[in-house]
């Protein structure tokens, strides 16, 4: 087994994500199917490999990466407002987080 | 009246003045109004913006000024696409009354051109699946067969332009979400080179993957649509500064003397016999106008699924933290901050979300990260290089899209794995960046279902890629 009942509650509580009991050994057995699956990877050497880790050659974003910094009304806080769940302008409403 | 409509079809009817844009856009609304509830393609109607905008098209065929290029032209758009004001829901019931405050920048260059735009597409949730059977708002249904999914995740957009709802829409493609669905609905279906297309606006769903793209009745317009949407934005610091050549004039160019790739990994075992049997055709086709087929080797491809499946699910995992009620969608109540985080995120996503989230967190997670999310980009790497080592021999590759045609509905979903591993021609292209095209390569003799051909170009090679689309269609490949 890949991955445990303990690990999917880690995990899920890692990304505030509710889970059902039923979800949870759901998602358990066909996470584990998938990490089976993946494990394939391990036969391939990749000792000397250097990561994958942007799609774009700088010198083909080079112009978008060190465009200048300057501020641009978007003048989009009403339109955002409007539509959250509890507004209060400016402001967005939350649970209460700090006690005193 | 015709309901064949191409962008140029539309350009010479509205100027001959056989009918006004306005009447256009109300004759794809009765049609949608009439076969929608059938296809469940279209989430959300946008006809004032539709209207406002087919009276604008009016006003200058009036003055007799000139027309910009998609003048009058219906389109559809993937419910992932940032609309202003005009409901995105990502297929998501997190999102169920999300109205964008914004409009994604393809969707502001398809309107500056003149397109009409009708509304917005159904999708696989957060564009994650190859089915649309994900959707928190009910599968899309195949117009060519209604018993059988679109595929995905672009499965709306597909639809619709193929039951004829739209003359063109745009999707998005991650790990094949627009030219799987453009091989089982049975029409062109295109992704440019990461970079060519703007994400500005595109809900994430993995940076690193997610592309924009159009689809069409006939590759000229998929041309036309992906020219509109194409090149540099300042507000994407992943898009590029290459030049946009004018694909209109490189698409008819001749094919003859072009090297096409077959990568023999692409031909394994698990290809439904029918897809094998046209896609050898389409090959043979190909030869037929005069281009040279060489073998090539692809040694990485038997380790695409895995690859994708953990990057995509690290970046989404990353993505999806965004939900969490505070600023827009969906709130679930609890007294406690964290709790209320906890609550809505389980009650907003479907399992296929939820899924992926627990999947990418835990790639992520400490302890993990090397085995797999590491591991994962190092393979990336090499599936890259396949790419770039093959477009020193030759000019493009040509595999199957999908090595099965249209499923039926309900016949994957208890397995994700299964359905994951429907995407093994699609993913590999995604993970390399380059641009690649779906186009329909006759009907399995079986079932008579729709099977793609897909043409990968190296970065930044549209035009190829386009041009080998199109010479294949003219030459009649999709009556194979």
Request: glycine share 6%; charged share 25%; no cysteine.
């Given at each position: 087994m890949k991955i445990t009942r303990e690990d999917v509650i880690r995990v899920a509580d890692l990304a505030y994500l509710e889970l059902s009991e039923s979800e949870l050994e759901i998602y358990r057995a066909q996470i584990d199917e998938i990490l089976e699956y993946i494990g394939?990877?391990?036969?391939?050497?990749?000792?000397?490999v250097a990561p994958m880790t942007q799609v774009l050659t700088d010198d083909q974003t080079a112009d978008a990466t060190l465009r200048e910094d300057i501020h641009v009304r978007s003048d989009v806080a009403g339109d955002v407002l409007k539509h959250a769940p509890d507004p209060e302008a400016p402001f967005f409403r939350v649970p209460k987080v700090i006690e005193r | 009246m015709s309901t064949n409509w191409t962008i140029d079809t539309v350009k010479s009817a509205l100027v001959a003045k056989k009918l006004s844009a306005r009447e256009l856009a109300a004759d794809f609304f009765n049609r949608i109004d009439a076969q929608n509830p059938a296809l469940?393609?279209?989430?959300?109607?946008?006809p004032e913006r539709a209207y406002a905008q087919a009276e604008k098209i009016d006003a200058l065929i009036a003055a007799s000024k000139p027309l910009p290029p998609l003048a009058g032209v219906p389109v559809a758009i993937k419910d992932v696409l940032s609309t202003r004001g005009i409901r995105t829901t990502c297929g998501s019931k997190i999102l169920e009354n999300y109205f964008p405050a914004y409009d994604a920048t393809a969707v502001e260059r398809l309107e500056s051109a003149g397109a009409v735009l009708l509304g917005k597409t159904n999708c696989d949730e957060f564009a994650m699946g190859s089915s649309n059977e994900n959707s928190a708002y009910g599968p899309v249904k195949n117009?060519?067969?209604?018993?059988r999914v679109p595929g995905g995740s672009s499965g709306g957009s597909a639809a619709v332009v193929a039951a004829g709802l739209a003359v063109a829409s745009l999707g998005t493609d991650t790990g094949g979400s627009i030219r799987q669905p453009g091989a089982l609905c049975g029409i062109p279906a295109m992704m440019g080179s990461y970079g060519r297309v703007s994400r500005y606006g595109l809900i994430a769903f993995a940076s690193s993957l997610d592309r924009i793209g159009p689809f069409a009745t006939n590759v000229y317009d998929v041309a036309a649509i992906l020219q509109t949407i194409a090149g540099r934005d300042p507000r994407d610091s992943t898009s590029t500064t290459a030049q946009v050549p004018d694909y209109a004039s490189e698409?008819?160019?001749?094919?003859?003397?072009l090297r096409i790739g077959i990568p023999k990994d692409y031909f394994a075992e698990g290809m439904h016999s029918g897809v094998r049997a046209k896609v050898e055709a389409g090959i043979a086709l190909l030869k037929s106008l005069g281009c040279e087929l060489i073998d090539i080797r692809m040694p990485h491809t038997d380790c695409a699924i895995a690859t994708y499946y953990i990057i995509a699910t690290a970046e989404a995992s990353s993505n999806l933290?965004?939900?969490?009620?505070?600023?827009y969608g969906l709130r679930a109540d609890d007294p406690t901050l964290l709790g209320m985080y906890r609550k809505t995120r389980g009650a907003g996503f479907g399992p296929e979300v939820k899924r992926r989230i627990v999947l990418g967190t835990y790639v992520l997670s400490a302890g993990y990260y090397d085995a797999y999310y590491l591991k994962g980009q190092k393979v990336r790497a090499l599936i890259a290089q396949d790419f770039r080592d093959a477009f020193t021999k030759v000019d493009a590759i040509v595999t199957p899209t999908s090595p099965i045609p249209a499923f039926k509905l309900g016949e994957k979903t208890n397995d994700p794995l299964q359905m994951y591993l429907a995407d093994i021609y699609t993913v590999t292209g995604s993970l390399a960046g380059v641009p690649g095209i779906s186009v329909p390569c006759g009907k399995t003799p079986q079932e008579n279902l729709p099977v793609g051909l897909q043409i990968f170009g190296p970065a930044f090679g549209e035009a190829r890629v386009l041009q080998l689309a199109h010479a294949f269609e003219q030459a009649g490949g999709a009556s194979l």
């Open positions: 394939k990877l391990n036969e391939l050497d990749t000792t000397n | 469940n393609a279209y989430l959300t109607l946008s117009p060519v067969a209604l018993d698409i008819t160019k001749p094919v003859k003397g933290a965004r939900y969490d009620g505070v600023r």
